[in-house]
C-alpha cells in the first residue's frame, strides 16, 4: 500500500472510549426514559455531540428546545468526563503502542483525525500526549464526519497531500469521510468493518504491519 502517513481516529481504535461514550449515552437516555441500546450507538460513532444527542432523541416523543438540549449534551459530557478520569497508560493495549511505534520506525507520518473535543485529554490519560505528529479534533472543524473536514486538516497538519494518508476507523462516518477527501480507508472494528465503502477491512491493529 503506497502511503506515507497513516491518520487514526482514537474512539474506538486507539483506545475503548467507545465503551464509555455509550455508558455516558445510557445513563442520561434512561433518565430521560428513552430507549438506547448498542446498535443505536454504533450510529454515533464519529459524529459530533450535539448530532449524536439527535439521533438518540429520534426515539423520544417529546420535544426539547435547545437550551434544554444543550444541557443535556453537558451532562452526558460531564459523566464521560468522569470516566475518562479513571483512565491511565495501561488502557493502551501493547498491540497499539507497539504497532504505533513500528510504524514510526518505518518513517511513516502519524496522525489523530478525532470528532471528539476531548482528543488531547484522552491522548495525555492514556499517555499518547506527545506521541502523534499531528492531531485534527473536534475543536478544529465545522463538520464533523462523514464530513472529510477533520482527515483533511490532519494531512495538512502532517504536511500531505490527501492521497498519501491512509485512515483507520471504527465508524462507518469515518470511512465515508477518508473517501471523501481521497484518502485510503481502513476498517477495524465498528459499524465501519463490512460497510462496503473500506479499501480493507483489518484484522486487528497490529495488522496494520501486515499491510503497511
Ligand atoms: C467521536 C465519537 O470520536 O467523537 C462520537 O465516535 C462522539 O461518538 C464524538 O460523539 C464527539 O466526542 P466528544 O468527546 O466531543 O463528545
Ligand atoms: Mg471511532
Not at 487514526?8 to 433518565?31: E, M, P, Q, S
Not at 448498542?38 to 426539547?64: H, T
Request: negative net charge; charged residues 30%; proline residues 2%.
Amino acid at each position: 500500500m503506497d502511503v506515507k502517513a497513516v491518520i487514526f481516529d482514537l474512539d474506538g481504535v486507539i483506545c475503548f472510549t467507545d465503551k464509555f461514550h455509550y455508558r455516558a449515552w445510557k445513563a442520561l437516555a434512561d433518565r430521560l426514559g428513552i430507549y438506547f441500546d448498542e446498535k443505536i450507538n454504533d450510529r454515533l460513532r464519529g459524529v459530533s455531540r450535539m448530532a449524536s444527542l439527535e439521533i438518540i432523541l429520534e426515539r423520544s416523543d417529546k420535544e426539547y428546545t435547545q437550551e434544554e438540549k444543550e444541557a443535556f449534551a453537558e451532562e452526558k459530557n460531564n459523566t464521560y468526563r468522569e470516566l475518562l478520569k479513571t483512565m491511565s497508560p495501561a488502557d493502551l493495549t501493547d498491540e497499539v503502542k507497539n504497532t504505533l511505534v513500528e510504524l514510526r520506525n518505518r518513517g511513516y507520518k502519524l496522525g489523530i483525525g478525532s470528532s471528539s473535543k476531548n482528543t488531547k485529554f484522552i491522548l495525555e490519560r492514556i499517555g499518547l500526549g506527545d506521541f502523534f505528529d499531528a492531531i485534527a479534533d473536534g475543536t478544529d472543524i465545522t463538520h464533523s464526519k462523514p464530513d472529510p473536514e477533520v482527515f483533511l486538516i490532519a494531512a495538512k497538519k502532517l504536511g500531505m497531500e490527501p492521497t498519501d494518508c491512509a485512515v483507520v476507523e471504527d465508524a462507518k462516518a469515518g470511512i465515508e469521510a477518508a473517501k471523501a477527501g481521497n484518502m485510503t480507508a481502513l476498517a477495524l472494528f465498528g459499524d465501519a468493518k463490512g460497510c462496503g465503502l473500506e479499501d480493507y477491512d483489518l484484522k486487528s491493529f497490529s495488522d496494520l504491519l501486515n499491510i503497511l
